[in-house]
């Protein structure tokens, strides 16, 4: 079992920045991916970047690349989502996502909220 703990969100202005962190406790021995996803109002919950378990690959969404960047710590069980020239579009609740490699199993976290006002 894995418990994920997001912080780092809040109100910012459009064009600004901000950067999310996942902290995961727990069993964190074995190897996970680890993924950020969003959720806004009325929408169905969307991808928003993964980062493989030793930090190897990344992956974006489209609507992402180029404003996020995706990394982790694994000495301090961290992965962390840089958000820069962020948009109104881009509020949502963004949740943390740990895949254990052994058996596929996905934990989540309770989200934190971003908001970003034009």
């Known amino acids: 079992q894995v418990q994920l703990v997001e912080s780092g969100g809040g109100l910012v202005q459009a064009g600004g920045s901000l950067r999310l962190s996942c902290a995961a406790s727990?069993?964190?021995?074995?190897?996970?991916?680890m993924a950020w996803f969003r959720q806004a109002p009325g929408k169905e919950r969307e991808f928003v970047a993964q980062i493989t378990w030793n930090g190897g690959s990344t992956n974006y969404a489209d609507s992402v690349k180029g404003r996020f960047t995706i990394s982790r710590d694994n000495a301090k069980n961290t992965v962390y989502l840089q958000m820069n020239s962020l948009k109104p579009e881009d509020t949502s609740v963004y949740f943390c996502?740990?895949?254990?490699?052994?058996?596929?199993?996905?934990?989540w976290g309770q989200g934190t909220q971003v908001t970003v006002s034009s």
């Open positions: 996502k740990a895949t254990r490699l052994a058996g596929l199993v996905d934990y």
């Open positions: 727990g069993r964190t021995s074995s190897p996970y991916n």
